[in-house]
């Protein structure tokens, strides 16, 4: 592994329990200065194992120099900054400053502040369009244009996001949500991390899937499952939803690295044990409080659908779409909408769901995604018509963001257009 990967992976590993715990000692008003300490420990890091090579532990390695980078901001910061509340007494005198970071890395902070962190992000003065972007920012670790594709914006309105956001922070204390506050902010939290997933599942980097995302996902939802007074029976279902796509990880994507679409999977390489987890957890979320199904519940029922069946042709798309007239009820989202139309398409035909995207499209509903042309080029290409299929893949082809997408929808279509 070379030094470059040793420090990606490192990074992936560490900066979530980083930026929590030095955002914890600075305070949520100085998230920038965080973000500036955690950067200058990673850069120490590359420059000295340039020189001396990895040291056997590079987590402690890292961890001890985020504390002296953390100690002598603090010393440099304290006259013209004000640090988190229960801390500030201590970080004030020399006496006590060395003592109070150390503590606050210690490993029984680690969870805890990772939760903290989680819940800060959404507090109720965070802007609603900022939450999201902030956790997946900061505390996930995601690119300015992966925000954007995950949120289906520009790149520009993630900046300008980001900005309100930090500037909202100033009066924000490190802590859990209120009670009656707890609810919208753990909405906001699943629908952070459902995001995380995705975008790992369909990454905008050179890799179409990257794990290492869809597994910090599944910890960090595992982290709020954990503790028993958070969880709810949508972060189970959740859950669930996760492990049920996990398993089908290893089947899609060739030795080339290509995309594999699902009814071309060799189902044999899907991950049994994280299907049985899948079921496991769906299971368990059906018997927690008592409410009506959510998204995450009729996703994770759509996804066990596609998991029981032995081949892509014995898929049961009448129960799908089903499910799905269900999803639209609660989350009439274009999205769900539009992989509602491609269940119709493999139940009823392509000329049944033409219709129901060409109505996606006339709103001007999901701008700033190539799905709605992928789409309808494959529907198209599938029912005979190839000059609307043409015309379709061109706009999807010019919209596509990466070129794992743009290989996947050409070879998609073609493969439509081909008889059987």
């Known amino acids: ?167 909202a922070l100033r009066d924000v204390r490190f802590e859990l949500p209120a009670d009656e506050d707890r609810p919208a902010a753990l909405d906001t939290v699943h629908t952070a991390l459902y995001l995380l997933f995705n975008e790992g599942h369909l990454s905008t980097g050179d890799k179409p899937l990257l794990r290492e995302l869809c597994r910090d996902a599944m910890l960090l939802v595992k982290l709020i499952i954990d503790e028993s007074s958070f969880a709810t029976s949508q972060t189970v279902a959740l859950m669930a939803l996760m492990c049920f796509t996990a398993a089908r990880f290893d089947a899609r994507v060739d030795e080339s690295g290509r995309l594999i679409p699902l009814d071309q999977q060799d189902r044999s390489r899907w991950d049994t044990s994280l299907i049985r987890q899948g079921f ?62 491609v269940a119709i398409s493999f139940r009823d035909g392509p000329q049944a769901a033409i219709p129901v995207v060409e109505g996606i499209r006339a709103a001007g509903e999901l701008p700033h995604t190539h799905a709605v042309a992928a789409v309808l080029a494959h529907l198209y290409a599938r029912a005979g018509s190839p000059e609307p299929a043409r015309q379709f893949l061109d706009e999807a082809l010019t919209q596509a963001r990466t070129a794992h997408e743009r290989e996947l929808i050409a070879r998609q279509v073609d493969r439509a257009r081909r008889p059987g």
């Open 280 to 341: 496991a957890y769906l299971w368990r979320s059906s018997g927690m409080e008592a409410t009506a199904a959510t998204r995450f519940h009729l996703e994770a029922a759509i996804a066990a659908r596609h998991c029981e069946t032995a081949t892509f042709d014995e898929t049961d798309w009448g129960s799908i779409c089903r499910l799905y007239d269900r999803l639209i009820e609660v989350d009439g989202s274009p999205m769900a909408r539009l992989n509602r139309a």
């Open 1 to 167: 592994m070379t030094l470059a990967h040793e420090i990606e992976s490192l990074y992936r590993r560490e900066s979530r329990r980083l930026i929590s715990v030095l955002t914890r000692i600075l305070g949520p008003g100085n998230l920038e200065l965080a973000e500036d300490v955690m950067q200058e420990a990673f850069v120490s890091a590359l420059r000295e194992w340039t020189r001396t090579g990895v040291p056997d532990n590079p987590s402690a390695w890292l961890l001890t120099t985020a504390r002296h980078r953390a100690i002598d901001a603090i010393r440099r910061e304290r006259t013209r900054r004000t640090f988190a509340a229960d801390l500030a007494m201590y970080l004030d005198s020399e006496w006590t400053l060395a003592h109070a970071v150390e503590d606050a890395f210690g490993e029984g902070w680690a969870s805890d502040d990772q939760l903290r962190m989680i819940f800060m992000c959404c507090h109720p003065t965070v802007p609603l369009d900022g939450r999201v972007t902030l956790i997946l920012r900061t505390l996930c670790g995601l690119s300015v244009p992966a925000i954007a594709r995950a949120l289906l914006t520009t790149e520009a309105a993630i900046y300008k996001r980001l900005y309100r956001t930090r500037q």
